[in-house]
């Protein structure tokens, strides 16, 4: 099973076409997308940009319309199956120093994980507390101590996330493939592969 991973396009229409030319490079089985589109109407194409299978969580930035618009394939506290593999959602992010409109606390992000079960591949809008994924340039954490909790004791094949916009990459959490991708805005998602956990960052040209 190949996922295709992209996130945090702001509401920039040429993310549109970018997560058009990404799917076409690389026919994946699936997409999941990570959150901040900041306009309904923004989340609603995108998902319609995406001939495959297709799912999404909120961002902190985003608000009650787009979660109405994201309809069926709304994934936060929820999960689905596909090719037999449990993907499950977790939307918007910790406290950060911005109020934005769908950040809350790390007690609420856990009662949404617990409510998840244990699954194969978590989409989180937030990377997981002190690890790579959550570094800013001045070198502080800024991710969610709640997703690390998580990730450590439920032991996915793969967390997928954004937020942070410097970082991208893989790392290794524990038992954990740590996947983050850089805002979609700089031509680039992150495809992986399961069960080999294959894959990486992939851009456009």
Do not use: W
Request: aromatic share 6%; hydrophobic share 40%; charged share 20%.
């Amino acid at each position: 099973m190949k996922i295709l991973f992209v996130t945090d396009p702001h509401g920039e229409e040429p993310c549109i076409d970018y997560l058009k030319r990404l799917i076409k490079k690389h026919s994946p089985d699936a997409v999941l997308l990570g959150g901040d589109f900041e306009r309904a109407s923004f989340a609603t194409a995108m998902l319609e940009a995406c001939k495959v299978p297709a799912y999404a969580v909120h961002g902190n930035m985003d608000n009650q319309a787009v979660v109405d618009a994201l309809g069926e394939r709304y994934l936060h506290e929820k999960t689905v199956k596909i090719c037999s593999y449990v993907i499950g959602g977790l939307g918007g992010s910790n406290p950060t120093p911005f109020n934005t409109p769908m950040e809350t606390t790390e007690r609420k992000l856990a009662a949404s994980l617990k409510k998840l079960g244990k699954t194969d591949v978590l989409l989180s809008h937030a990377p997981p507390f002190n690890t790579f994924a959550d570094e800013l340039p001045n070198e502080l954490h800024v991710g969610s101590k709640a997703v690390r909790g998580y990730l450590l004791k439920q032991k996915p094949l793969a967390c997928l996330c954004g937020h942070v916009h410097e970082t991208q990459g893989v790392e290794k959490l524990g038992k954990t493939l740590v996947c983050k991708a850089a805002p979609l805005m700089q031509k680039t998602g992150f495809v992986l592969e399961l069960p080999s956990l294959k894959g990486g960052v992939v851009n456009l040209d």
